[in-house]
């Protein structure tokens, strides 16, 4: 079976299994605001199943990290990296977003405007789904872009090689309309697989991810307010 899970045809498939499986929840999301309106019971019932896929999802994808893990044990948390990384991300994005708006007259990316769209139908809906994108995304997120699809592709001192790549695919995971769009994502994937792989533990860029995600839900949810 270890042989099977070595090989590169199945890294691939596995990965693409993922990127599937970490969309299905919001599904469920848009079951509860449909139904939002007439059944709160259906409400209760659809944000109950999100919250279970969401940690299944994060069973599944930390198992699979422990497998496939190249770096050891977690060497620490580095508060120096997390504020490093955030700030890299928020310069980074700032100045795509600039050049999204200007070139494509875009004030905010499709990704941002369907988790807008979350928001603001349903007291129960909002924060359970603020919760989510501030906890849990994160969690799921870097052991999937992170620690699995780091570990499994490219020798463990490729770190640009790694970090690129992790760009790439987490972008695809996210809405993009344009070239530049796609790159905002790509590069906070980037900064966060660079934080991961530079500090050698999963919990730096988890919180970097979170602050970001914490930050990106107040600001949303200050615009529907």
Not at 34 to 50: D, E, I, K, R
Not at 75 to 94: F, Q
Not at 212 to 221: E, H, R, S, T
Request: charged share 10%; proline share 3%.
């Amino acid at each position: 079976m270890r042989i099977i899970k070595e090989s590169w045809v199945f890294r691939v498939i596995l990965i693409a299994i993922m990127l599937i499986a970490i969309e299905i929840p919001p599904i469920a999301v848009k079951f509860a605001i449909y139904y939002s309106p007439t059944n709160q019971l259906a409400v209760y019932g659809f944000m109950t199943l999100f919250i279970c896929l969401m940690l299944a999802i994060i069973w599944w994808a930390r198992h699979t990290y422990r497998f496939y893990n190249q770096l050891g044990a977690p060497a620490g948390i580095k508060v120096r990296w997390i504020i490093g990384g955030y700030l890299a991300i928020i310069v980074g994005m700032d100045v795509l977003s600039f050049l999204n708006q200007m070139i494509y007259h875009q004030t905010e990316t499709a990704n941002n405007a369907a988790l807008g769209s979350m928001l603001g139908h349903n007291q129960i809906i909002t924060v359970v789904f603020m919760f989510s994108a501030v906890i849990l995304s994160p969690i799921a997120e870097e052991f999937i872009f992170r620690g699995t699809l780091t570990n499994m592709f490219f020798k463990r001192d490729n770190i640009w090689p790694k970090a690129i790549l992790s760009g790439i695919i987490f972008s695809t995971g996210h809405m993009s309309t344009n070239p530049i769009s796609f790159l905002i994502y790509a590069y906070m994937g980037f900064i966060l697989a660079l934080v991961y792989l530079k500090t050698s533990d999963l919990r730096n860029s988890i919180a970097v991810h979170m602050i970001n995600n914490a930050i990106a839900m107040y600001v949303l949810f200050a615009q529907i307010s």
